[in-house]
């Protein structure tokens, strides 16, 4: 009974974890078949549907900088007239909601004599739970890399997390996440 009343609390504290809003939330998937080894080189060949519309340039800047360190890191350099690989991106943001609530709980319990003796009683509770909502930005950013010789797809990486208000906050986490995005990528950065 004990292990129950303990694990409930738990349980909750974990999902909290998993869907707060500020954890990215990366996915990816790749083609099997597909030796990425021999991709020495990659063609940026833009953004999907002008999404990069919605960025500001320095923020623009900030995701192919951070984009270009990964490839590099991973043997790749840019060539933009024979490339062994072809990326697209695409981004797009959301307005989203957190709801958080909040119970307190007010009772009494108490010892008294009575008609039966000493014994413990119960009085009236009462619990008051609070709401609380607040607005956010959700950023979605996906990588899709292309074998330029075949214009199949052999890579594609998806991240979603919240947009830093602040643009220094944005100039120290789009290169976390874009390493944490590449994590999924099968060649591993060389040391």
């Known amino acids: ?6 694990q409930r609390p738990l349980l909750m504290l ?9 954890a990215a939330q990366v996915k990816s998937d790749y083609d099997k078949t597909v030796d990425f080894s021999k991709f020495k ?8 549907r002008n999404s990069d519309q919605i960025l500001t340039p320095f923020d623009k800047e900030r995701i ?12 790749m350099a840019e060539d933009p007239t024979a490339p062994d690989a072809a990326i697209t991106l695409f981004i797009v943001v959301s307005k989203k909601t957190s709801t958080t609530a909040y119970t307190t709980y007010a009772g009494s319990m108490g010892y008294g004599y009575g008609r039966w003796g000493w014994g413990m009683g119960a009085g ?5 739970t609070s709401f609380s909502e607040d607005d956010y930005l959700e950023g979605t950013f996906v990588v899709s890399m292309h074998d330029a010789s075949t214009k199949d797809l052999a890579w594609q990486g998806v991240i979603s997390s919240v947009v830093k208000e602040k643009p220094e906050k944005r100039e120290k986490s789009i290169p976390k996440k874009m390493k944490k995005l590449f994590k999924s990528y099968p060649i591993k950065p060389m040391k």
């Open 1 to 6: 009974m004990m292990n129950k009343i303990l």
């Open 64 to 75: 192919e900088t951070a984009l270009r360190h990964e490839l590099q890191v991973r043997g």
């Open 14 to 22: 974990m999902m909290l974890g998993i869907f707060m809003p500020g």
């Open 41 to 48: 080189s990659y063609k940026l060949e833009g953004w999907e």
């Open 124 to 128: 009236m509770g009462s619990s008051t």
